[in-house]
């Protein structure tokens, strides 16, 4: 079992930066992957970003190249930059985390962007 705790967001201006942060209870070596969802009012929650063991990463499409999620295995946290927001990228942010086949979410993080 994990707990998760998400930080960081607010409300930016289109173009600004924000940095996620999703801070696990438990140490997070062994996990095999941690992951970055997003939500928007009224849509399906969606995948933003994960990150393997290893430390491979998988981003959406929509997400290419602005964003970048890395992993401090000795801080137990997983973070979230997100550059050149944009006012679609409004969502609550969630932090996601598989372990022995059982999935725990964070309780979200709000990021309104404005044009």
């Known amino acids: 079992q994990v707990q998760l705790v998400e930080s960081g967001g607010g409300l930016v201006q289109a173009g600004d930066s924000l940095r996620l942060s999703c801070a696990a209870s438990?140490?997070?070596?062994?996990?095999?992957?941690m992951g970055w969802y997003r939500q928007a009012p009224g849509k399906q929650r969606e995948l933003v970003a994960f990150?393997?063991?290893?430390?491979?990463?998988n981003y959406a499409d929509s997400v290419k190249g602005r964003f970048t999620i890395s992993r401090d295995n000795a801080k137990n946290t997983v973070y979230l930059q997100m550059n050149s927001l944009k006012p679609e990228d409004t969502a609550v942010y969630y932090c996601?985390?598989?372990?022995?086949?059982?999935?725990?979410w964070g309780q979200g993080t709000q990021v309104t962007v404005s044009s």
């Open positions: 996601h985390a598989g372990v022995l086949g059982s999935d725990y």
């Open positions: 438990r140490s997070i070596f062994n996990l095999n992957a």
């Open positions: 990150i393997t063991r290893g430390g491979s990463t």
